[in-house]
């Protein structure tokens, strides 16, 4: 799934490490949602939204 | 999903328990083993003290790595210091469900061979190898892929 994670993480001036804190995972997990190699469970997707003040539509796009 | 769901506190505590059932387990394995006549099974024995050992230490590297040098650790290192967030899990389970899945062909070869003579103790020893075999390399390629 596609996903403009990193895009938002730059624009926001934080690491993968500091995401990750914040999120509550990983940084291996933030790199690894980052380049759509996986995908967030939904409360982690949502919680990722909310961190960045947008919705989970906005961020996350299905491939088609 | 968080690995923040417990405290800091009952986290060391599990891990604690954790680690003295390990050597407590192993500790009395070597002992029943050693408490034999055959010296196969002392034999035996030294090897479970040996990898309980080698089980141990690596615990322990992991769970150091997992709480004091958390922005170089690994997924096997949160895995062992139950720190795991959710990618970690999915690596974990996709490694245990090879293991579970391979143990089937792998169990009915061993008591295939087992009806061909060969001796019980060398028959299990490659069952438990390949068995460890295949969760590392299901786990290595599931972190890789993920």
Known sequence: MLNDVRALREAAGLSQAALGTALGVSRQTVNSIETGKYDPSLPLAITIARHFGTTVEEIFHVED | ?146
């Open chain 2, 1 to 146: 999903m968080s690995r923040t769901d417990r405290s800091p506190r009952r986290i060391a505590l599990g891990l604690a328990a954790g680690g003295l059932a390990a050597i407590v387990f192993t500790v009395s394995l070597w002992l029943l083993l050693h408490s034999q006549d055959s010296s196969s099974a002392r034999s035996m024995g030294n090897g479970v003290l040996v990898g309980g050992a080698a089980g141990f230490v690596a615990a322990v590297v992991g769970v150091w790595r997992a709480y004091r040098r958390r922005d170089s650790s690994t997924t096997a290192d949160r895995v062992f210091a139950r720190e795991a967030d959710e990618r970690d899990l999915t690596v974990w389970r996709s490694a245990t469900s090879a293991v579970g899945i391979a143990a089937l062909p792998l169990t009915a070869t061993a008591a295939v061979v087992l009806q061909l003579g060969v001796p019980v103790a060398a028959v299990m020893a490659v069952l438990l190898i390949s068995e460890l075999l295949v969760l590392v390399g299901a786990f290595l390629v599931a972190d890789r892929r993920l």
